[in-house]
């Protein structure tokens, strides 16, 4: 019986990276998140001053600063000043520095923990953040469709492309066993439990030689285990209970592979959209798989959509949380708000709105 489950698993998985690869040739016709409050603006400025907060250990970093050293050059604004992330600091007292030298707008170089340090010191302000994704993942680029292998395009938007506002959202990850406690900000999807597993124990080796596809190996390996009870709570409701292998959070839904995880996740909506997941089996994860994969509007009884400001999970034991792509430590209890239309971003004039 377990060999059976075993290959089961691994053909889903096989299963799931060929249909990833034929799922970005037919997403943009099928679903484009669209600006729900407004439609994007010009910044109407001659002329910009621009910061950079750049990863300086990127393969295309050096790419970047060429990029648009000679875009600001060419467009006769003053030189771009650049502020390079450590390995002690990703990026917080970067974005300040750039904040305080009076930047129109900050150009973020790096993946996606680069760019949800300095969204959050640049949320509920009104200088732009313009993305050059240089990561693995690309998690906000990809929701606001820029052409993440196109690095020149991308420093064109950034530079000069229209911008819009969007919802950010924060989680507090507190642990009742050990007392330590910590905030991070989000742009796209959170979560507690097997996804923040898979997060934690993906190779940075083989993510490096296979980019996404990584997660796919972890994924397989992190699939049999066990439910754990966790109480939830949607906007200060009374708390119901419920076995669960992970809940995400998500402001946008869209992922490496051209899988829309969430359709109806909307980035600029004011609201969370939270997903329980709670398979007993392999046949669980193959029923929640294809019911992603194929858009299917059915109703899984392993597979719970809410609609919420504000999420609190609590739970017995300590869980693995993760924000976008990186670990955030075990917690007992998550608080997760969204802060609606929060963030300004530079996106492509041709957008849908």
Not at 134 to 149: F, K, P
Not at 161 to 177: E, S, W
Request: glycine letters at 10%; a neutral charge.
């Amino acid at each position: 019986m377990r060999d059976w489950l075993l290959y089961l698993v691994i053909a889903g998985a096989l299963a799931f990276a060929l249909s990833s690869w034929w799922g970005v040739r037919r997403l943009k016709a099928k679903h484009t998140r669209s600006a729900v409050w407004e439609e994007t603006h010009h910044p109407g400025l001659e002329r910009q001053k621009v910061a950079v907060v750049l990863n300086p250990i990127k393969a295309r970093a050096a790419e970047a600063r060429a990029l648009v050293e000679g875009a600001c050059l060419a467009a006769g604004w003053e030189a771009p000043l650049f502020y390079e992330t450590t390995a002690e600091d990703p990026g917080f007292s970067q974005a300040r520095a750039a904040v305080a030298s009076g930047a129109d707008v900050v150009l973020v170089g790096g993946g996606d923990g680069t760019v949800r340090v300095v969204a959050d010191v640049l949320a509920h302000s009104d200088i732009a953040m313009g993305l050059l994704p240089l990561g693995t993942g690309n998690l906000l680029a990809r929701n606001i469709h820029l052409d993440i292998g196109n690095l020149h395009s991308c420093v064109e938007t950034a530079l000069f492309g229209h911008q819009r506002f969007i919802d950010t959202a924060r989680m507090k990850v507190a642990n009742g066993i050990t007392g330590q406690s910590s905030e991070h900000a989000f742009l796209v999807i959170a979560g507690i439990g097997m996804d923040a597993e898979v997060v934690s124990d993906t190779s940075d080796g083989l993510k490096k030689a296979v980019g996404w596809l990584a997660y796919t190996e972890a994924g397989v390996r992190h699939l049999p285990g066990r439910r754990k009870r966790v109480s939830i709570s949607l906007d200060d409701e009374p708390e119901q209970s419920r076995k669960i292998r992970s809940v995400l959070f998500a402001n946008c839904g869209l992922i490496p592979g051209g899988i829309d995880f969430i359709p109806q996740a909307m980035i600029d909506d004011g609201m969370l959209d939270v997903v329980v997941m709670s398979p007993r089996s392999a046949i669980g994860w193959l029923a929640m798989y294809w019911k992603i994969v194929l858009k299917h509007k059915r109703n899984l009884p392993v597979m719970t959509y809410y609609r919420s400001g504000k999420v609190v999970i609590t739970c017995a034991e300590p869980m693995p949380t993760q924000v976008d792509g990186d670990p955030s430590g075990e917690a007992t209890k998550v608080t997760v708000q969204i802060a609606p239309r929060s963030l300004l971003v530079r996106v492509r004039e041709d957008e849908a709105v």
